[in-house]
């Protein structure tokens, strides 16, 4: 949602630019100010939704890193809890195996929490 309005408001932007869309013009016989479109402000405005789109974008990949970060921890968490590891050790196993099978780690943590998934395990005692 924040895609589309970002995209309709630099669509709107551009058409204000080239003045393809009609702007507000002072009536010459009204005494009254009247709305008029200030193009000294397209560029701040423009510049706004790039910025926008930038932070929007910004936050999706720190919520998808947060989210690796989370699996990590799970797949840590559950090498430490059925294999008996301190945290330390289950760190470096995940980084082991990731650097042994060349795959990122969240892969790894993904395939681990798969395996639990469907196999029941039962912590080492």
Do not use: F
């Amino acid at each position: 949602m924040e895609e589309q309005l970002i995209d309709d408001l630099l669509d709107a932007t551009d058409a204000l630019l080239a003045d393809d869309a009609p702007g507000w013009q002072a009536g010459e016989e009204d005494d009254c100010v009247t709305p008029r479109l200030d193009k000294q402000l397209l560029p701040l405005v423009r510049q706004q939704a790039y910025e926008l789109q930038q932070l929007s974008s910004q936050l999706a990949s720190l919520k998808d890193a947060l989210e690796e970060r989370k699996l990590i921890e799970k797949a840590k968490s559950l090498l430490m809890t059925h294999q008996g590891m301190q945290e330390e050790q289950a760190w470096q196993t995940l980084r082991k195996m990731a650097m042994d099978k060349n795959q990122r780690m969240v892969e790894i943590a993904r395939a681990l929490l798969m395996v639990k998934a469907i196999w029941p395990l039962t912590p080492k005692e």
